[in-house]
């Protein structure tokens, strides 16, 4: 069954630094997604993209992060100078525009 | 502003019961709900989805049942095992079919006792 993958797994920064999380959709969907979750929290909307552009964005993503699609298979989350309040789950997720987003198994962000 | 929210953080139950997972919204605009596992340490795992124009959808074990009214969402799972345990989250949006954004509850915590 095809699934969302993304890597690294667990990514530790310090804090001022830039950090760049990849993802690879599932290959025929046309929407994909960045979310976060803090520990123990509920899961948070960050950004959708489709069509090469983003289509939505939340409060959260401001001008310290971007996403882009580099080539047909790979979707980036970039933050460009990482707070300690960053330190998260970041999952991609992606659609075929029916709805439910997919999700990938996430990957832990600790800044330090 | 709008949100989803559960009623109950922790719920446990005991293997073999039926479990209720209860879920409220207040976006009036929401028009596709979606049901969410999550096992620590993954991602969010698609359970069962339902659209507004139904008010009830059944799966492998699982039904999902929808009052408008309320704005109320709940998770039926049937003969509930111990891979059951998990955190469950509701998700809304307003339109299934333009990819749009899920909006997240808090999540419930189901421990299946044996």
Redo the contacts between chains.
Sequence with gaps: EPE?TQTPSHQVTQMGQEVILRCVPISNH??F?W?RQILG?????LV?F?NNEI??K?EIFDDQFSVERPDGSNFTLKIRSTKLEDSAMY?C?S?G??????????TRLTVT | GESVGLHLPTLSVQEGDNSIINCAYSNSASD?F?W?KQESG?????II?IRSNMDKRQGQRVTVLLNKTVKHLSLQIAATQPGDSAVY?C?E?P?????????????TSLLVTP
Aim: charged letters at 10%.
């Design positions: 969302v046309l929407y997604y979310y929290q509920k899961v948070e909307f959708s489709y289509s939505e939340s999952f997720a659609s525009g029916q709805g439910s987003n997919y999700f990938g198994p996430g | 596709y979606i969410y993954k991602g969010p795992q698609f989805d989250f998700a949006t339109f299934q079919n333009s990819g749009y954004a899920l909006n997240f509850g808090k999540g």
